[in-house]
T-cell receptor, first 114, second 111 residues
């Protein structure tokens, strides 16, 4: 029944070592989002894909990149993780661009940077 | 930039009490969603409200969207320990943009 799957659930990386987080969905949704959530804070949108169209938030650091090779998969690449990038990373999907469309979240990947 | 202010930030009450959580903004949202998030998990959608003045009920939870679509409230009647969690409101300005989240209300229901 899993709809939005994130792997791994926990990821440990070293300072400066590239890391990739994975998200897949069985909903066939057009839109996929990546959020960053730091401890005791609200999720913050990093970027989203509408189909293959990539939309970056203005304040998302260049250190964060994303790829969407097909409808089902979306990846978050952190090129050179810093200590401040330790957070929960949430993937979400929605079926359309309409305002009010439900976003379905995955369980998140908790990233630890040593 | 659209901002959502949630209050209170932390709330700890006894089982059986009632409570209300508020979500306020100076901006108009096309819709507003409430999520509940447990530690180490992603947010789970509780409700979406889209019409000004709309009231939705989900068992003991009552959600209201302000007439001007700038604010919302969540009221829980006879709170249970299972209601414990982080409650997040999130607004959508329309289109494919992601949600703007409030900082959340950490709710603890003590048995």
């Amino acid at each position: 029944d899993a709809m939005v799957i994130q792997n791994p659930r926990y990821q440990v990386t070293q300072f400066g070592k590239p890391v990739t987080l994975s998200c897949s969905q069985t909903l066939n949704h057009n839109v996929m989002y990546w959020y960053q959530q730091k401890s005791s804070q609200a999720p913050k949108l990093l970027f989203h894909y509408y189909d293959k169209d990539f939309n970056n938030e203005a304040d998302t650091p260049d250190n964060f990149q994303s790829r969407r090779p097909n409808t089902s998969f979306c990846f978050l690449d952190i090129r050179s993780p810093g200590l401040g990038d330790a957070a929960m990373y949430l993937c979400a999907t929605s079926s359309s661009r309409r305002g009010g469309e439900t976003q379905y979240f995955g369980p998140g990947t908790r990233l630890l940077v040593l | 930039t659209q901002l959502l202010e949630q209050s209170p930030q932390f709330l700890s009450i006894q089982e059986g009490e009632n409570l209300t959580v508020y979500c306020n903004s100076s901006s108009v949202f096309s819709s507003l969603q409430w999520y509940r998030q447990e530690p180490g998990e992603g947010p789970v959608l509780l409700v979406t409200v889209v019409t000004g003045g709309e009231v939705k009920k989900l068992k003991r939870l009552t959600f209201q969207f302000g007439d001007a679509r700038k604010d919302s409230s969540l009221h829980i009647t006879a709170a249970q320990p299972g209601d414990t969690g982080l409650y997040l409101c999130a607004g959508s300005g329309g289109g494919a943009d992601g949600l703007t989240f409030g900082k959340g209300t950490h709710l603890i229901i003590q048995p």
